[in-house]
């Protein structure tokens, strides 16, 4: 079957206008089936690029902390706990911010914001000044974490949190009962199975 979109059936006796007319048409198809083969192709290599982009190989597409599935939530936790070790290594956080920011949900929040727009900002296609632009955004950021932390979490003991409310090793407990909580909380994602829910 052809994928040919203008069809016709020429006369024996066709004009020559008229044949003209017919090898511009099949031109045309065969220009238009390019289109969409290139088209196709584009949308591929942009996908491979987004993973690409990604300096740690994944962006989750889904970072909304209220909408959220159980699923969704434990990949998104998975995510920003490995990028939050690295922020806290890198740039000497710690005493900013404490291990049990995943107990304070504005600290998830933020950090979650500070994440995503640091993949992007060091993306390929982010502009020059996009990284400045995310130094500035961590600056402001940890006087907010200090404003927040009124329960001295940041010197190493859990508090939980309140409105007068910091890293301490190991992992505190308090921490992976706040993602556990969290995880367990959530609804199924509709591409999940009861059944297997269930033995969770």
């Known amino acids: ?17 008229q044949r003209a007319v017919a090898e511009l048409a099949e031109l045309i198809d065969t220009v238009r089936a390019a289109v969409d083969r290139l088209a196709e ?13 990604a300096p740690t190989g994944w962006t989750p ?31 000497g956080v710690a005493q900013d911010l404490g291990n049990c920011w995943p107990a304070h949900p504005a600290l998830v929040e933020e950090l979650t914001a500070l994440s995503v727009s640091w993949h992007h900002a060091y993306s390929a296609r982010a502009d020059p000044e996009g990284p ?32 007068d409310s910091v890293w301490a ?9 706040a993602v556990d909580d969290d995880v367990n909380a959530r609804h199924v994602g509709a591409d999940s199975d009861p059944r297997q829910e269930a033995t969770r």
Do not use: I, K
């Open 1 to 17: 079957m052809s994928d040919r979109t203008f069809l016709f059936e020429l006369p024996e006796q066709a004009s020559p206008p």
């Open 41 to 53: 192709a584009h949308v591929s290599l942009s996908e491979r690029v987004d993973v690409l982009d």
């Open 61 to 91: 597409a889904r970072y909304c902390w209220r909408d959220l599935s159980r699923d969704d939530a434990r990949d998104l936790w998975t995510w920003l706990t490995a990028w939050t070790t690295w922020l806290v290594d890198r740039y």
């Open 132 to 163: 400045l632009r995310w130094h500035e955004a961590l600056h402001r950021a940890r006087h907010r974490w200090q404003q927040w932390d009124t329960t001295r979490c940041r010197h190493g003991q859990h508090t939980p949190p309140n409105p």
């Open 169 to 177: 090793n190991p992992w505190p407990e308090a921490a992976e009962r």
